[in-house]
């Protein structure tokens, strides 16, 4: 069964971190592009971080370059993003989504909102707040 779960959201403080995971189910995960978009209340889903099958490139959204990490653990079929010096703003519920191969293939890749990415986890939630 093909399945992606999410898991590491919480509540934490402005400047706080946070490291979410995906792991991967029924496929390998390696063999495709990777994303993480987040939906904050109220306002349209957007994409966050990519990751581009084999791991080749990475690419964020703006206001996360610099903040947050992507990578991947093929041997466990999961991808991390990992969260430092979080903002309010970053608050919503975080998901992975799994890409076509084009997807996230080079540098200064625009993440998107994921609309060619076809199986999505659930959903964490992330709330920045003091």
């Known amino acids: 069964q093909l399945q992606l779960v999410e898991s590491g959201g919480g509540l934490v403080q402005p400047g706080g971190s946070l490291r979410l995971t995906c792991v991967a189910s029924?496929?390998?995960?390696?063999?495709?592009?990777i994303g993480w978009f987040r939906q904050a209340p109220g306002k349209e889903r957007e994409g966050v971080s990519c990751?581009?099958?084999?791991?080749?490139?990475?690419n964020y959204e703006d206001s996360v370059k610099g903040r947050f990490t992507i990578s991947s653990e093929n041997a466990k079929n999961t991808v991390y993003l990992q969260m430092n010096n979080l903002r309010p703003e970053d608050t919503g519920v975080y998901y992975c989504?799994?890409?076509?191969?084009?997807?996230?293939?080079?540098?200064?890749?625009?993440?998107?909102?994921?609309?060619?990415?076809?199986?999505w986890g659930q959903g964490t939630q992330v709330t920045v707040s003091s």
């Open positions: 029924g496929f390998t995960l390696g063999d495709y592009a």
């Open positions: 989504a799994r890409g076509p191969r084009f997807e996230c293939l080079g540098r200064d890749y625009a993440v998107g909102r994921g609309r060619e990415y076809d199986y």
């Open positions: 990751i581009s099958y084999g791991g080749m490139f990475t």
